[in-house]
């Protein structure tokens, strides 16, 4: 079993840029593909990106191709999502989650984070 951990959330003006992290315990992270989601209030859970164990596939929703970067560094047992020409419609809770397999659904992945919130303000 795997737990993780997200950070790096917080307040920043449109335009601006964020990193989250997704930092694991328990298991090592390179046994897993590790996606990025996002629920704003009022709002069903969204995919943002995903990763594979070894980092050779990505994948992005047409929302953010082109301004987030997935990327990990299993030396380091961590996951990053670099957030650049952050939007308000970007605001939301940030999650990160493992799976078996990459995937751009969350029923893909069994281990969840607890989230970390961005808020973008215009």
């Known amino acids: 079993q795997v737990q993780l951990v997200e950070s790096g959330g917080g307040l920043v003006q449109a335009g601006g840029s964020l990193r989250l992290s997704c930092a694991a315990s328990?298991?090592?992270?390179?046994?897993?593909?590790v996606g990025w989601f996002r629920q704003a209030p009022g709002k069903e859970r969204e995919f943002v990106a995903a990763?594979?164990?070894?980092?050779?596939?990505?994948y992005y929703p047409d929302s953010v191709k082109g301004r987030f970067t997935i990327s990990r560094d299993n030396t380091k047992n961590t996951v990053y999502l670099q957030m650049n020409s952050l939007k308000p419609e970007d605001t939301a809770v940030y999650y990160c989650?493992?799976?078996?397999?990459?995937?751009?659904?969350?029923?893909?992945?069994?281990?969840w984070g607890q989230g970390t919130p961005v808020t973008v303000s215009s």
């Open positions: 990763i594979s164990w070894n980092g050779d596939s990505t």
């Open positions: 989650a493992a799976g078996i397999t990459i995937v751009a659904a969350d029923w893909g992945y069994d281990y």
């Open positions: 328990g298991r090592t992270l390179s046994d897993y593909a």
